[in-house]
């Protein structure tokens, strides 16, 4: 097993990312995907729960609405995106 660690973003409305650790294996084909490649469905798995589908994505490819999710609820909705891109509207 190895472990990344992927910063918390910052964004319009301050640092509302926090460091996760993920876990994946060498090739990436287990759920816990925090660079993209192999499994996590081209997005960056950060709770460890399916493979980066609908809340895990937290860089605006693949799941995620198009929206940067950081904090694992809904889809980017309301104050979650931090790239400004999709959805987080009013951020």
């Known amino acids: ?3 990344s660690w992927l910063r918390g973003e910052r964004g319009d409305c301050g640092t ?3 460091g996760v ?6 090739n990436g084909n287990v759920a816990d995907d925090v ?9 960056d ?3 460890g729960i399916g493979s980066g589908s609908g809340a895990d994505d937290v860089d605006g490819i693949g799941s995620g609405s ?3 999710d950081v904090d694992g609820i809904g889809s ?7 790239d400004g891109i999709g959805s987080g509207s009013g951020c």
């Not at 980017?76 to 931090?82: N, T």
């Open 21 to 26: 650790i993920g876990i994946s294996n060498l």
């Open 76 to 82: 980017g909705s309301g104050a979650d995106d931090v």
């Open 66 to 68: 198009g929206a940067d």
């Open 35 to 43: 660079d993209g490649i192999g499994s996590g469905s081209g997005a």
């Open 16 to 18: 509302i990312g926090r």
């Open 1 to 3: 097993m190895q472990y």
């Open 45 to 47: 798995d950060v709770d």
